[in-house]
């Protein structure tokens, strides 16, 4: 059986995210997407939250394993059995970061492969920061995310306006 992990930040999961998702499932069996809990950033989601949205997103992928990790993403391989992490490239610009952290995960174990996925042309632009920029004033955001983060992220941006009354 083939394994994959699928890490990210995922705050919140977007079309883009899916669409990579939906696509490593064709040349993998399992994927194991792994939300990475970092204490030192602000999430507009918990943890918990992006899990929750993200096992509502792919709901209808059987293959599909929502877990989240902490620490070294090389542990979280190890501790899971899987040889491959699965990253997205939308951009040239992308490259530099991915390229980095591609280079230090070999470093830590050169076992343990990157494989890069193009994000489909119509998801390139997409990523949770815009999302959320777009959504704090109420833009639109529909195209972007599934419907039940679009309510997700209406609910969360009332709630922060109704604190900052
Ligand atoms: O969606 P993101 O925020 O670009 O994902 C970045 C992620 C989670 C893949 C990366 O930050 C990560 O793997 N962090 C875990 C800590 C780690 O292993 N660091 C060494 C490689 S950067």
């Not at 992990?5 to 999961?13: A, C, E, R, T």
């Not at 993998?28 to 809990?37: E, M």
């Amino acid at each position: 059986m083939k394994i994959a992990v699928y890490p990210g930040s995922f705050d919140p999961i977007t079309y883009g995210h899916l669409d990579l998702i939906e696509r490593g499932l064709k040349v993998f069996d399992k994927l194991i997407v792994a939300v990475l809990i970092n204490s030192s950033k602000q999430p507009l989601f918990t943890v918990e939250e992006r899990k929750e949205m993200i096992r509502e997103a792919t709901r209808h992928l059987p293959g599909v394993e929502v877990d989240s990790f902490e620490g070294l993403l090389i542990d979280y391989m190890k501790k899971r059995e899987a040889g491959v992490i699965l990253r997205g490239l939308r951009a040239i610009s992308d490259f530099e970061y991915e390229l980095q952290i591609a280079s230090i995960n070999r470093k830590l174990n050169e076992e343990v492969e990157t494989l890069f996925l193009m994000t489909n042309n119509r998801h390139s632009f997409i990523s949770s920061a815009m999302v959320k920029e777009v959504a704090r004033y109420g833009a639109d955001v529909s195209d972007l995310v599934p419907p039940h983060v679009v309510e997700a992220l209406r609910v969360r941006f009332a709630q922060k306006d109704t604190r900052r009354a």
